[in-house]
T-cell receptor, first 112, second 112 residues
Framework: SQKIEQNSEALNIQEGKTATLTCNYTNYSPAYLQWYRQDPGRGPVFLLLIRENEKEKRKERLKVTFDTTLKQSLFHITASQPADSATYLCALLTGGGNKLTFGTGTQLKVEL | DAGVIQSPRHEVTEMGQEVTLRCKPISGHDYLFWYRQTMMRGLELLIYFNNNVPIDDSGMPEDRFSAKMPNASFSTLKIQPSEPRDSAVYFC??????????FGDGTRLSIL
């Protein structure tokens, strides 16, 4: 069966450290993988998109890697800040390229 | 620019009642998506439209659910009759292409 798995346990890190979140998938062959941020009581907000032929993508303090052999994406936040605390969702473009399927998300807490 | 606007933000109603959720997408966006988010199942796609036409409703759980998009600036998701297991946060999203998607802040629905 198709699955998108993210760490269900919350990730707690200290301010200034690098946070690394994992997204693993099975039985998908996505052309694109995306990361979204969701704050309590709000809708998800798009952060980054990476294509299957890209190994790495950066945007400011964010970095995403995409390994189609391992079927895994890693999401890094460097120099983390308390304002980075949120739930982070990965999403694959499926269904002929028009449907997003989301992982269940990982909650990140950055402590002072 | 206004984002995706959903109404109401909160809805509490009794089992058996009709519920109508509303969405105004971002102007110029050709795609509109309805999602449901619960703790158990995460964020699930219910239905999406392209140019006001329903393209894929395979995620709609039952015939009690229906969605319409009468014009490019308005969509509704209706549940009739509602049941307690329909309680969830319902999100609307729009996009100029299949991605990235811009989400509203959701309607928190409670069916008593």
């Amino acid at each position: 069966s198709q699955k998108i798995e993210q760490n269900s346990e919350a990730l707690n890190i200290q301010e200034g450290k690098t946070a690394t979140l994992t997204c693993n998938y099975t039985n998908y062959s996505p052309a694109y993988l995306q990361w979204y941020r969701q704050d309590p009581g709000r809708g998800p907000v798009f952060l980054l998109l990476i294509r299957e032929n890209e190994k790495e993508k950066r945007k400011e303090r964010l970095k995403v890697t995409f390994d189609t052999t391992l079927k895994q994406s890693l999401f890094h936040i460097t120099a983390s800040q308390p304002a980075d605390s949120a739930t982070y969702l990965c999403a694959l473009l499926t269904g002929g390229g028009n449907k997003l399927t989301f992982g269940t998300g990982t909650q990140l807490k950055v402590e002072l | 620019d206004a984002g995706v606007i959903q109404s109401p933000r909160h809805e509490v109603t009794e089992m058996g009642q009709e519920v109508t959720l509303r969405c105004k997408p971002i102007s110029g966006h050709d795609y509109l998506f309805w999602y449901r988010q619960t703790m158990m199942r995460g964020l699930e796609l219910l239905i999406y439209f392209n140019n006001n036409v329903p393209i894929d409703d395979s995620g709609m759980p039952e015939d009690r659910f229906s969605a319409k998009m009468p014009n490019a600036s308005f969509s509704t998701l209706k549940i009739q009759p509602s049941e307690p297991r329909d309680s969830a946060v319902y999100f609307c999203a729009s996009s100029p292409g299949p991605m990235p998607q811009h989400f509203g802040d959701g309607t928190r629905l409670s069916i008593l």
